[in-house]
């Protein structure tokens, strides 16, 4: 059973670019939940998607966006890229409470 | 406001030692409490939780205490191991939607 996938593993793009990162939950859950996590810190709650909702979302711009599909997999978008943006974008899913992650993605902005 | 923390940012033990680490939280109405192990390069892993009906959880090698009165959770690892050494997170649940908010971690550094 292959559990939370991301991609892809690397990216780099520049300011002002937008970029597209992608999230397939682990076998069995419907929940999706995006975080960042700046180098040296913890992860930052982004926003969560239920039933191809945002349920919930942190203190993040609407620069950030997100969607999920009826298969539960789950996209983030973030337009007009800051050289802030670069962090690593974890994807966690979760049935009940227990979320688990995914590798992430590396973004680098130039 | 939010804020999970944690005491000690570097913990360095001895193979075989059992080692603590520390994190105080700060809502006092969090229900649900979760310790990941993150390794470079790599996302978070799930260790244990706890809720917040409970003081005491244990798993293999692993125990979460709960302390509600002085909103403080701990991390207990026994013979620690070299493969233990990562950042350890405790993270809070925030209210019934599972949103977690995580500290800035404790690095475990485990020598032969």
């Known amino acids: 059973d292959a559990g939370v996938t991301q991609s892809p593993t690397h990216l780099i793009k520049t300011r002002g670019q937008q970029v597209t990162l992608r999230c397939s939950p682990k076998?069995?859950?419907?929940?999706v939940s995006w975080y960042q996590q700046a180098l040296g810190q913890g992860p930052q709650f982004i926003f969560q998607y239920y039933e191809e909702e945002e349920r919930q979302r942190g203190n993040f711009p609407d620069r950030f966006s997100g969607h999920q599909f009826p298969n539960y997999s789950s996209e983030l978008n973030v337009n007009a890229l800051l050289l802030g943006d670069s962090a690593l974008y974890l994807c966690?899913?979760?049935?009940?409470?227990?979320?688990?992650f995914g590798p992430g993605t590396r973004l680098l902005v130039l | 406001g939010e804020s999970v923390g944690l005491h000690l940012p570097t913990l360095s033990v001895q193979e075989g030692d059992n080692s603590i680490i520390n994190c105080a939280y700060s809502n006092s109405a969090s229900d649900y409490f979760i310790w990941y192990k993150q390794e470079s390069g790599k996302g978070p892993q799930f260790i244990i939780d706890i809720r917040s009906n409970m003081d005491k959880r244990q798993g293999q090698r692993v125990t979460v205490l709960l302390n509600k009165t002085v909103k403080h959770l701990s991390l207990q690892i026994a013979a620690t191991q070299p493969g233990d050494s990562a950042v350890y997170f405790c993270a809070e649940n925030m209210g019934g939607f599972q949103k977690l908010v995580f500290g800035t971690g404790t690095r475990l550094l485990v020598s032969p």
């Open positions: 966690a899913s979760s049935l009940e409470e227990t979320q688990y």
């Open positions: 076998s069995g859950h419907d929940t």
